[in-house]
């Protein structure tokens, strides 16, 4: 029996295609991050929970920090699935202000007492 070598060659062809095709595409959702650091009226360690929870739920963002001493939020993210803007809506949306944008005042009055801005603890 003979063994069919172009059927082969086009095996052996399409497979490094799919090769090919699954790197770009990794390289793709996984391409280059971007940070953004947000200036929040978060205090306590609650805050800080309550951000980053928060952050691991928005789509594209790859991982956050929140720095207590300074109130900064620095937040790497994924520019294909999100954008600066849409970070800083959901800080906002989460019931804190961001780089001088005032908190959803619904999620604000919702949050633990002691990370409300008017708690008296801030």
Known sequence: MKFPFAAL?????LLASFSLTGCSSAK????????????T?????????TLEKAMDKT???????LDLG????TVEYDPELTDADA?????????????G???????????AECCQKDSGMH
Do not use: F, M, W
């Open 28 to 39: 793709a959702e996984g391409g280059d991050k971007q940070t953004v650091e947000i200036q």
């Open 9 to 13: 060659s086009g095996v052996l062809l």
């Open 70 to 73: 300074n109130k900064v939020l």
């Open 87 to 99: 970070i800083r809506k959901a800080v906002t949306e989460t019931g804190y202000d961001a780089d």
């Open 59 to 65: 789509e594209g963002v790859t991982k956050s920090r």
């Open 41 to 49: 009226s978060a205090i306590c360690g609650t805050c800080k929970q």
């Open 101 to 111: 944008i005032p908190a959803n005042p619904v999620a604000h009055d919702n949050l």
